[in-house]
């Protein structure tokens, strides 16, 4: 401890004077990819290459209104991608502000947590473990501080920092280990040394995910086969004799028909819609990946704590050795009592109480406002309950001053104390876990003074602390001696008694589990609680549990044991945050895709470890959320639940639309390479198959990508990881739809022949428009019958289908782009011609899903 008297830090007034003088604490934000960027951006795909090497070749062919087509799609093309690309950019920033980070300060001699923006030289900053240091400062005050300033100098070894000579300055942009301290503010933003080398690192990357990757590659695998097919199709059509401007047409034609155009910008965007859709839900996820593996998820490893309980405490119950006390009231209102068999009592009528009241009160670092007529508690819940215990049974508050030095607590060590000085005597306060409380305890207080503790009374001890926790209720012991010497040591204490906290389940938890067992996912409590009280809060939330493990037993384990414990239902208790990442890499082992909270600086390992690092929004370090990929904005369990429920839809939706845009593909090459076969005139022009590809069919995808998530989405086991976006039957799907489509086109282009080549044509090419229409149903889901799902469950696609129908009449009967497509007004009869053979591709579907459906049942 350096400076012993509490700061009060700046008022508000003086740090907006500050502000006015020094700026935003923040690093000018690297831009984001302007708009000349992303719309220069359209044009470097391999796509668009094919696309102005077929424009060139066209016009050397004197094609010159297929030339301007294709340059007008290019264009068309660039424009949507843009907006889509552009739409994506603002919805990730807008995620990524979400994530501002915000930063504890005394102001108006409070503690109160502000936007990190808004510090200034001369703020008094409190840093406490997990927090990242938000500004550059002097030490003032500090408690075994550990910063990890790897950031500034790769060296990741932990700094001790005492505001001593050897560790005075803190640093922006490293995180606090261990320890708490005070820090007055010397530079902010581009001033501190964080902002002098580095660029703010944006934490929602443009990163591409591994879905992004794959249906890449899928395009430019597609679009390589397609021009090294449409140079064969050309040379082998010259050998045969046939005129060569028409091979290189019906070259180019397979080529565009192949590649299919719209996919990359469907998924960008699809993804990007999707994790707005999560925000609705609480869950930001950081990463894109992250909302794909999700989907995936087969393990929850949550923390009890304020993921599975409110957080909420308020002390019930306090235990002496002699008495049992009962306590009312709720929350962090200290109106209500203490009692003894109905008997109100107050710290003065009895000296254990006394003794254990303070304990709770100066061993912490808790606060109680009171606003208006409502109670504010600022600090961690555990310790502002026992600070308003100590409001309810009158006793004396404590004194700043008297704090001399403080050993703080850690999830490992399960225990803090404090050095207290007081008018009359120095005393070593320690409040904690009841066995890592008793462990350093030689003694016992009761109404008769204080004597040795023994075996009997620790038994004693150990029986009420197990009640306690058997009724679901969080046990912390307390204990004390005089220090004289002014030694900081926790050895030689007295036992004063235990305090029994309620935390009452979140009520959505229960349904949430249940939700998560249903769709074949395992929920596994990890708890640094006891594990008495983690099995009653397991049980109140119905999470069936055959075995309790502590972390001690957990070490015990080799890992073939721990392997054949984790088939079961476990539940593991008074764990350190380290045994998470044992916990995670055993399950990874079995092959399961896990998913782990965690909001503590250790746990920073496990959440990196886990396939989904989930942190909290509220409660959370900002360590623990720079290793997570998903943050929840509420701190709960069931959002979660319902994050996976949105990855799964989403992998689903992606599913169907690459299902549905290669269909179309398929279509278009078989009628094209069947046509090339019989010899006949070409069935498809390149410009009309850009036209359906990119126009009429990207549309109808980026509606399919928003379809809801089915019925019983979350009755399904998860997916395996490596589950293809394709497969076998995915292949096999797109073969059918694509046989039946191009041979129909075909047939009605023969039939029509003699109308004219270019009625049948334009016959032809509506037909494949038309019947790519009706087949998005029978993409909407892979099982269930349209009635299932409801018609109009996705009203978007109702829109894309009405959308891109009209644009199609404006194909085929306004004449400039008639002219642009090549198409001549179409009558009745070839109309009905398409009705007749669109039909079928929308009843067979229907009637073999429904018959799947009563087959599955029965
Ligand atoms: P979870 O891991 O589910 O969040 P937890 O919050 O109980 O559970 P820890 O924070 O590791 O896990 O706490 C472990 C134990 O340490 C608690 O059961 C309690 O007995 C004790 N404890 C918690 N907070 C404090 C505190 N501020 N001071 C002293 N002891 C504490």
Request: with cysteine.
């Amino acid at each position: 401890m350096t400076e012993i008297a509490r700061q009060t830090g700046l008022t508000t007034q003086e740090a907006l004077a500050a502000q006015k003088l020094h700026g935003w604490n923040e690093l000018p934000v690297v831009a984001r990819s302007g708009p000349l960027r992303v719309w220069l951006r359209q044009f470097s795909s391999f796509l668009v290459l094919i696309l102005i090497v077929a424009a060139a070749i066209a016009l050397a062919l004197g094609e010159k209104v297929d030339a301007i087509t294709i340059g007008l799609v290019v264009m068309l093309n660039a424009a949507l991608g843009f907006v889509q690309e552009w739409k994506a950019e603002t919805a990730l920033a807008s995620l990524r502000k979400m994530l501002s980070p915000q930063a504890m300060v005394l102001r108006d001699g409070q503690e109160q947590m502000i936007p990190a923006r808004d510090i200034v030289p001369g703020d008094i900053l409190v840093l406490s473990p997990g927090a990242k240091v938000a500004a550059d400062g002097i030490v003032v005050r500090a408690a075994e501080l550990q910063v990890d300033e790897s950031v500034l100098t790769g060296e990741s070894v932990p700094v001790a920092k005492d505001g001593g000579k050897s560790g005075r300055n803190v640093f922006a942009g490293t995180s606090v280990i261990a320890g708490r301290a005070e820090a007055r503010v010397t530079a902010t933003g581009a001033k501190t040394e964080f902002g002098k080398i580095a660029h703010l690192t944006g934490s929602v990357g443009p990163k591409t995910t591994n879905l992004q990757n794959k249906l890449g590659q899928l395009a430019r695998q597609l679009g390589t086969a397609a021009l090294l097919v449409a140079a064969a199709v050309t040379g082998l059509g010259l050998l045969l004799g046939r005129d060569l401007a028409e091979m290189v047409m019906t070259g180019l034609s397979l080529s565009v028909a192949m590649v299919p155009e719209g996919l990359p910008a469907v998924v960008t965007i699809t993804l990007a819609l999707g994790a707005a859709a999560m925000v609705r839900q609480n869950a930001l996820a950081r990463r894109l990946q992250a909302v794909e593996t999700l989907g995936a998820a087969s393990v929850i490893c949550a923390d009890k704590t304020g993921t599975l309980t409110e957080n909420k405490m308020t002390a019930t119950q306090v235990w002496t050795m002699d008495r049992s006390y009962d306590v009312t009231g709720t929350g962090y209102d200290p109106a209500g009592h203490i009692a003894v068999d109905g008997a109100r009592i107050r710290a003065a009528d009895d000296p254990v109480l006394a003794a254990l009241l303070q304990v709770g009160l100066y061993c912490s670092h808790a606060r109680l406002n009171r606003e208006g007529d409502h109670w504010q508690m600022t600090g961690a819940p555990t310790e502002g309950a026992l600070i308003t215990l100590g409001y309810k049974g009158w006793c004396d508050l404590p004194n700043e001053r008297g704090l001399l030095a403080e050993i703080p607590f850690s999830s490992a060590r399960k225990r803090m104390s404090v050095l207290y000085q007081s008018e009359n005597e120095t005393s070593v306060l320690t409040k904690g876990a009841p066995e890592q409380v008793l462990e350093v305890c030689t003694q016992v207080m009761t109404q008769t003074g204080v004597r040795a503790l023994l075996p009997v009374d620790h038994d004693a001890i150990l029986q009420a602390f197990h009640d306690l926790a058997g009724q679901g209720l969080r046990v912390i012991g307390l204990a004390r001696r005089t220090a004289d010497d002014k030694q900081m040591t926790e050895e030689a204490l007295t036992f004063l008694g235990l305090v029994g906290l309620i935390d009452p389940p979140r009520s959505e938890v229960r349904d949430a589990i249940s939700l998560a067992r249903a769709a074949g996912i395992k929920v596994i409590m990890i708890t640094g609680d006891s594990p008495i009280t983690a099995g009653a809060i397991a049980n109140q939330l119905s999470l069936n549990v055959t075995q309790h493990l502590t972390g001690a037993d957990l070490d015990k384990l080799d890992d073939a044991a721990l392997d054949d414990l984790l088939q079961g239902d476990v539940l593991f208790a008074r764990t350190k945050p380290e045994q998470k990442m044992r916990i995670v890499s055993a399950l990874q082992a079995q092959g399961q895709i896990v998913a782990m909270t965690g909001d503590g600086v250790n746990d920073a390992p496990a959440l990196k470890q886990a396939d989904i690092g989930v942190s909290m929004g509220i409660r959370g370090t900002d360590v623990a959320r720079d290793a997570s990929d998903l943050v929840l904005l509420d701190d709960n369990f069931a959002t979660i639940v319902r994050a996976i429920g949105e990855g799964r839809r989403q992998f689903a939706n992606v599913q169907k639309f690459v299902r549905y845009l290669l269909s179309s593909n398929a279509g278009e090459v078989i009628a094209l390479v069947v046509n090339i076969a019989i010899g006949g005139p070409l069935v498809f022009l390149a410009t009309q198959i850009l036209w359906m590809n990119l126009v009429t069919d990207g549309v109808t995808a980026v509606a399919l990508g928003l379809e809801k998530s089915e019925p019983d989405q979350m009755r399904q086991k998860p997916r395996r990881k490596d589950t293809p976006i394709l497969g076998v039957s995915g292949v096999v799907t797109i073969l059918v739809f694509g046989t039946y489509t191009g041979l129909s086109s075909l047939w009605v282009f023969f039939h029509l022949m003699d109308l004219g080549v270019e009625l049948a044509r334009t016959t032809a090419f509506t037909a494949m428009v038309v019947f790519e229409k009706v087949s998005v149903f029978a993409f909407r889901s892979l099982r269930l019958p349209s009635w299932k799902i409801g018609w109009f469950s996705n009203p978007f696609l109702l829109l894309a289908l009405a959308v891109t129908l009209t644009a199609q009449m404006l194909a085929i009967y306004w004449p400039p782009l008639q002219t642009l497509l090549h198409t001549v007004p179409m009558g009745r009869d070839e109309w009905a011609l398409i009705a007749l053979f669109a039909l079928p591709i929308f009843v067979v579907p229907e009637v073999l899903k429904a018959l799947g459906l009563r087959l599955q049942r029965t």
